[in-house]
């Protein structure tokens, strides 16, 4: 039996996340398939050439360290530990899938700076990504980032980065169960941040966690990085180890799995991005409220108008999901008539600009589109040729703005096809509707 129940451990966001990735997006197919030998040699080849593999000859107390924590995790596959001689503190890890032993390279800067104790956390966290298979999904995402010709959906593409961030915390916790003291691996995080030692800088957590509550603040988001920040792993790491889930932490004044769960979500949340500017939220809300309500229009979501409302609203957040989540139908509708109330009222650039959205750009690039509009400018009609200056694009004076003539069309087409939706009485959708796509 193993020691831990790492399948416990495990961030709950980060399970869900590699459930969604591997399941509803069927990227564990993928595993199977995928024939990465060349890769990996290659990898060992470059380590072997470029760095110095650690024995117990070479770096005694660091190969021992290392082995020490692989014993305490009951980890038996064979690992090669590099020792990587760069000025940045860092680590990393790669899978060998059986082909080749798995990787696990420190920097040197990060041997000079780090004491064992704090090694300990490193080496526990690089060998929990090996634990939870990482490399796996990390694989498949390169895979399907370098097909031509073929984009990855939005969707895809924010549940991959939300879920390496999410691993990181998971990784965090095996970390800790290597190395049980806060105030350690707090000076890790101090030192990762400020790229300096003790001799400098006195390390203070309570004075260092200050800047998380000005990241609370500002709420600006930092969804493109890999790595959530330091302070986040850091304060994770507090609420871990006050949690039911620490072994030890028996007692009744331990933060119970649902409330950890909560507190860490609240954090990883500080990373999403969300619309700010009040331009963008009504954009945002609008095509989740209209586009919500004419999809129940035909009676049933589709995954297809679900992917597209999320892709659409990909450009303002890294939560779509949660603006398409209504509590009723009644909900969707008060919405959607208050700003179709709102863009209606408006004589400016912002009405044209949810038209803009709406028109696909032209197929084979501008140029194509205009050569093609000259070549047909004959068929347009009377009034639009006497405005126009260019062909195909009606300069709207009144705004400043140069529309092309798809959009007014698109602009016509709206407006009187929405008085109609007001009057018309959809019925209500199904709960079992609501149940599968709100949140
Ligand atoms: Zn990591």
Same mark, same amino acid.
């Given at each position: 039996?193993?020691?831990?129940?790492?399948?416990?451990?495990?961030?709950?966001?980060?399970?869900?996340?590699?459930?969604?990735?591997? /399941?509803?997006?069927?990227?564990?197919?993928?595993?199977?398939?995928?024939?990465?030998?060349?890769?990996?040699?290659?990898?060992?080849?470059?380590?072997?050439?470029?760095?110095?593999?650690?024995?117990?000859?070479?770096?005694?107390?660091?190969?021992?360290?290392?082995?020490?924590?692989?014993?305490?995790? #009951?980890?038996?596959?064979?690992?090669?530990?590099?020792?990587? =001689?760069?000025?940045?503190?860092?680590?990393?890890?790669?899978?060998?899938?059986?082909?080749?032993?798995? $990787?696990?390279?420190? !920097?040197?800067?990060? $041997?000079?700076?780090?004491?064992?104790?704090?090694?300990?956390?490193?080496? #526990?966290?690089?060998? %929990?990504?090996? $634990?939870?298979?990482?490399?796996?999904?990390?694989?498949?995402?390169?895979?399907? =980032?370098?097909?031509?010709? /073929? /984009?990855?959906?939005?969707?895809?593409?924010?549940?991959?980065?939300?879920?390496?961030?999410?691993?990181?915390?998971?990784?965090?916790?095996?970390?800790?169960?290597?190395?049980?003291?806060?105030?350690?691996? %707090?000076?890790?995080?101090?030192?990762? =941040?400020? %790229?300096?030692?003790?001799?400098?800088?006195?390390?203070?957590?309570?004075?260092?966690?200050?800047?998380?509550?000005?990241?609370?603040?500002?709420?600006?988001?930092?969804?493109?990085?890999?790595?959530?920040?330091?302070?986040?792993?850091?304060?994770?790491?507090?609420?871990?180890?006050?949690?039911?889930?620490?072994?030890?932490?028996?007692? #009744?004044?331990?933060?119970?799995?649902?409330?950890?769960?909560?507190?860490?979500?609240?954090?990883?949340?500080?990373?999403?991005?969300?619309?700010?500017?009040?331009?963008?939220?009504?954009?945002?809300?609008?095509?989740?409220?209209?586009?919500?309500?004419?999809?129940?229009?035909?009676?049933?979501?589709?995954?297809?108008?679900?992917? !597209?409302?999320?892709?659409?609203?990909?450009?303002?957040?890294?939560?779509?999901?949660?603006?398409?989540?209504?509590?009723?139908?009644?909900?969707?509708?008060?919405?959607?008539?208050?700003?179709?109330?709102?863009?209606?009222?408006?004589?400016?650039? /912002?009405?044209?600009? $949810?038209?803009?959205?709406? !028109?696909?750009?032209?197929?084979?690039?501008?140029?194509?589109?205009?050569?093609?509009?000259?070549?047909?400018?004959?068929?347009?009609?009377?009034?639009?040729?006497?405005?126009? %200056?260019?062909?195909?694009?009606?300069?709207?004076?009144?705004?400043?703005?140069?529309?092309?003539?798809?959009?007014?069309?698109?602009?016509?087409?709206?407006?009187?096809?929405?008085?109609?939706?007001?009057?018309?009485?959809?019925?209500?959708?199904?709960?079992?509707?609501?149940?599968?796509?709100?949140?």
């Amino acid at each position: 039996m193993e020691k831990f129940d790492f399948a416990r451990l495990r961030f709950t966001g980060e399970t869900e996340l590699v459930r969604i990735l591997e /399941e509803d997006y069927a990227l564990a197919s993928y595993y199977d398939i995928f024939d990465n030998k060349d890769e990996l040699e290659n990898i060992t080849n470059h380590m072997l050439a470029n760095t110095v593999k650690l024995n117990k000859v070479i770096a005694p107390r660091l190969y021992k360290l290392c082995g020490e924590i692989q014993e305490f995790f #009951g980890f038996r596959e064979a690992i090669d530990f590099y020792l990587y =001689a760069i000025t940045e503190v860092n680590a990393f890890s790669i899978n060998g899938f059986g082909i080749v032993p798995h $990787i696990i390279c420190f !920097t040197s800067s990060l $041997i000079q700076q780090l004491s064992d104790d704090e090694l300990r956390f490193v080496i #526990g966290h690089e060998i %929990g990504h090996l $634990i939870y298979k990482h490399s796996q999904l990390d694989v498949v995402n390169k895979i399907l =980032a370098n097909r031509e010709n /073929e /984009e990855i959906p939005a969707a895809l593409a924010i549940y991959f980065l939300r879920w390496q961030r999410y691993a990181e915390v998971t990784c965090d916790r095996i970390g800790y169960l290597a190395m049980p003291d806060i105030k350690t691996i %707090g000076t890790v995080f101090f030192k990762f =941040a400020s %790229g300096l030692d003790e001799k400098y800088l006195n390390f203070d957590i309570d004075e260092y966690l200050k800047q998380l509550d000005k990241i609370r603040e500002i709420a600006v988001g930092d969804f493109y990085s890999t790595h959530p920040n330091n302070l986040v792993r850091l304060q994770d790491l507090i609420y871990f180890s006050q949690s039911v889930l620490m072994p030890g932490n028996k007692s #009744g004044k331990a933060i119970s799995e649902k409330t950890l769960n909560k507190r860490m979500l609240e954090l990883m949340n500080l990373l999403e991005i969300h619309p700010k500017k009040e331009k963008d939220k009504r954009i945002v809300e609008f095509f989740a409220s209209v586009g919500i309500y004419l999809a129940h229009a035909s009676g049933t979501v589709t995954e297809r108008v679900w992917k !597209t409302l999320y892709d659409w609203l990909a450009d303002y957040t890294t939560q779509p999901e949660n603006y398409l989540a209504f509590k009723t139908y009644a909900d969707i509708k008060r919405r959607m008539e208050a700003i179709c109330r709102y863009y209606s009222r408006q004589h400016g650039g /912002e009405k044209f600009e $949810i038209f803009e959205k709406l !028109t696909p750009p032209p197929p084979y690039g501008l140029n194509f589109w205009r050569q093609l509009c000259r070549r047909r400018r004959r068929k347009l009609p009377a009034a639009v040729l006497h405005r126009t %200056g260019r062909c195909g694009m009606v300069p709207w004076r009144r705004y400043g703005r140069t529309l092309p003539v798809r959009s007014i069309r698109i602009a016509v087409a709206v407006f009187l096809i929405c008085p109609m939706l007001f009057q018309y009485r959809l019925p209500a959708p199904s709960s079992a509707l609501f149940e599968h796509h709100c949140i």
